[in-house]
T-cell receptor
Framework: DAGVTQSPTHLIKTRGQQVTLRCSPKSGHDTVSWYQQALGQGPQFIFQYYEEEERQRGNFPDRFSGHQFPNYSSELNVNALLLGDSALYLC????????????FGQGTRLTVV | AQSVAQPEDQVNVAEGNPLTVKCTYSVSGNPYLFWYVQYPNRGLQFLLKYITGDNLVKGSYGFEAEFNKSQTSFHLKKPSALVSDSALYFCAVIPMDSSYKLIFGSGTRLLVRP
């Protein structure tokens, strides 16, 4: 079992550009969540996808959008990048019930210059 | 506002000694509680969770956590620390308000010295 896999592992973008991050969930999981972890802070919830729909959204602007595919994999898109978007982006997968633990990928380190 | 507090930025302990990493929460209802560990340049690894039942839950790598409802705390403990336990530890909750998101604390760095 490969667990949760994310790509790419590192990325450098310029302010104003757009970026797409990808996530494949752990085998059997149907729910994918995305988190942003700024340096020295705990992860912050961006949104969660289930059955290809956004089920819940955190306090992030509309520049952050996502998608879930029929095979449960997911993408996170960020438009009009700002320097403050530099962070580790973590994908987590789980079963749909909220009392099950989430399994995290190794993250994508995004640097905006 | 719903929040999780980890009052110690860093905890230092000698190998072989017991360790405690503190966590308190402020959420409505009876939340689900979790501990995760993060090693450098890695994602988060699940350690243990409290859903209901016995207030003392056991998890991976010899860790355990004690849920105290009256104090709204969920402290992480281990009877005998190892140098390899040195890492960043996060407490997290899922509030029972139809929310699906994990709310994380700011993290506590555990340093176990030989």
């Amino acid at each position: 079992d490969a667990g949760v896999t994310q790509s790419p592992t590192h990325l450098i973008k310029t302010r104003g550009q757009q970026v797409t991050l990808r996530c494949s969930p752990k085998s059997g999981h149907d729910t994918v969540s995305w988190y942003q972890q700024a340096l020295g802070q705990g992860p912050q919830f961006i949104f969660q996808y289930y059955e290809e729909e956004e089920r819940q959204r955190g306090n992030f602007p509309d520049r952050f959008s996502g998608h879930q595919f029929p095979n449960y994999s997911s993408e996170l898109n960020v438009n009009a990048l700002l320097l403050g978007d530099s962070a580790l982006y973590l994908c987590a997968s789980s079963y749909v019930t909220e009392n099950t633990e989430a399994f995290f990928g190794q993250g994508t380190r995004l640097t905006v210059v | 506002a719903q929040s999780v507090a980890q009052p110690e930025d860093q905890v230092n302990v000698a190998e072989g000694n017991p360790l405690t990493v503190k966590c308190t929460y402020s959420v409505s209802g009876n939340p689900y509680l979790f501990w995760y560990v993060q090693y450098p340049n890695r994602g988060l690894q699940f350690l243990l969770k409290y859903i209901t039942g016995d207030n003392l839950v056991k998890g991976s790598y010899g860790f355990e956590a004690e849920f105290n409802k009256s104090q709204t705390s969920f402290h992480l403990k281990k009877p005998s620390a190892l140098v390899s336990d040195s890492a960043l530890y996060f407490c997290a909750v899922i509030p029972m308000d139809s929310s699906y998101k994990l709310i994380f604390g700011s993290g506590t760095r555990l340093l176990v010295r030989p």
